[in-house]
């Protein structure tokens, strides 16, 4: 049967999440919340390039309109 | 007569799919579910580069908005 | 008469067209469907650059919000 | 009085009209039929670049999305 | 008062406008007609480049979506 | 309590603001109105660029969907 | 529990916040105000370019369309 994508986000809550985004930039964090518009919440969250994180932003709200994916 | 484009996606569940986003990155997995917006979650997913896999992301959600084909 | 859009698209079911996207890539296949967001589905897709088939993609589903044009 | 634009566009059918996309690509064609989101069709159309044509199209259906101007 | 934009708009028909584009073009013209997306209708307008005026289009749609300002 | 950002904007009518748009244009004049999508009219605006007047466009309708910022 | 994006921004009124910006502009300020379009209105606001304030912009209504991420 087919999963909803937001059923899956949903599965995600409190576990550590890759979110990418437009134009390359990551963040990794876990997921604390989200909406139906895919604005999620991050907590401990790091900015990613090239694999490394560069900068640490703790908690963060990643609006959902720049979101290119959500790996758990 | 017309197939509908979510009908056709709608077959292709539990199939391998190659899905190709906006600026050229494209993502090939098993479809495990998908909603109205063309937002999918993706099994086992490979991020592909000039038709190379070049990172392994798993299970992915993947935004509708930054979709431009994605093929069974 | 006006003709309206998707009525045009409509009379195209089953024959070759030829869909240009943003940025300027191209696909040539046979239309299968389509709905009112100019999603359409291509069947024996090809994928072309500067007028030369690059990749056989077969079966595609292609979002219409990255359609520029539609020519059957 | 004010011309609404798309009663000027109605008046327009059947005559050539010139048709500015993003990017910079115009089409030029006969106005054979449009929709309220400016998605036109044009026949006998042609891709035209720097005030040339480059490429015979004929028949297409042209997103609205991406025009920025329609010239009767 | 507040005076709304589109109050604006409706006082400067008839009258010459400066319309900016997104990436930089420009159009000059008599301003015939408008609607809620400001989408507008110009009467002998021309192509603006640096100030200067490289294309004259005549009548011409302008779609909304891509203006940045109307200047009367 | 919680300012609303339009609240603000209204606050801010017959005073001078500093528009930031897409792109890095900006726009410097007096705010005479706006609207629900923070289209805004300026009086005696000029276009800025780093920082300096390059051109005076006096009265100048500015669409919201270009707005970056506004600065009271 | 999930915390619904929007509901971690109410908590950071009245705190300090790092909003992220397409294309990699980045404000820092005390937030005052946001609504459900994530438009938000900062005071005491800096640019920011690289990790350096850049200019002091003070009072600042920055549209939500271009917000990225907001940090508390």
């Known amino acids: ?10 599965k995600s809550l409190d576990s550590p999440v890759l979110v990418g985004l437009k134009g ?4 990794r964090g876990t ?10 919440v991050l907590q401990n969250a790091d900015e990613i390039k090239d694999g ?11 609006r ?4 290119v994916f959500i790996s758990p």
Chains 1, 2, 3, 4, 5, 6, 7 share one sequence.
């Open 64 to 67: 959902g309109d720049n979101v």
């Open 31 to 40: 997921l604390k919340g989200y909406d139906m518009h895919m604005n999620v």
């Open 52 to 62: 490394t994180p560069v900068r640490r932003l703790g908690l963060v709200i990643i």
């Open 1 to 10: 049967m087919a999963q909803r994508p937001l059923d899956v986000l949903h």
């Open 24 to 27: 390359g930039r990551e963040y």
